[in-house]
């Protein structure tokens, strides 16, 4: 699919670098979020990028996949990127009904360590739900007791954000 959207030719792996880099002096920080698959946009993003951070759903097989994920990195950094460097790990869809979410959760920390974020996003039907409002959650349902995702986005971005500050402050 990608390879439809960038024309085939040398180098398209640096597209989006090359664009970003002629914004240099524009922004403080870039988000881009990629599809969740290992296509060329994604590699695009990876090739581009200073900081990776990784959204996992709760579940076992997502868990999986994150060595899959790690390995597309890896290959990232040794042949196009070798500054890339791993941001963190946001546990998203984690559900507070069964055991599973925090079995990952705990698996998953076990393993990256402080790599993961302490806020996890818990699956709700009010997340589901803002997008048919035409906005993100924490836009479409203000954060409080009766909308706990929308909390939890809020939280996890204060959460980047102190990430972010460190790090622009060496």
Request: no cysteine; aromatic share 6%.
């Amino acid at each position: 699919m990608s390879s439809l959207i960038l024309p085939p030719g040398i180098g398209r792996e640096n597209r989006l670098k090359l664009a970003l880099e002629q914004a240099a002096g524009h922004f403080d920080v870039v988000i881009v979020d990629t599809p969740a698959s290992l296509g060329l946009l994604t590699v695009n993003a990876l090739a581009a990028a200073n900081w990776v951070l990784i959204p996992i759903q709760a579940e076992f097989y997502a868990l999986e996949g994150m060595g899959q994920l790690i390995n597309a990195i890896r290959e990232v950094q040794k042949a196009i990127n070798p500054e890339l460097k791993m941001f963190g790990i946001a546990l998203t869809m984690v559900q507070t009904n069964s055991n599973l979410g925090e079995t990952v959760a705990e698996r998953a920390r076990k393993h990256f360590g402080d790599r993961v974020f302490e806020t996890a996003i818990q699956r709700s039907v009010a997340i589901a739900e803002a997008p048919l409002e035409g906005a993100p959650i924490v836009i479409a349902k203000k954060p409080n007791k009766s909308n706990p995702g929308s909390k939890a986005y809020w939280d996890l971005a204060k959460e980047v954000d102190a990430r972010i500050e460190r790090i622009l402050s060496g």
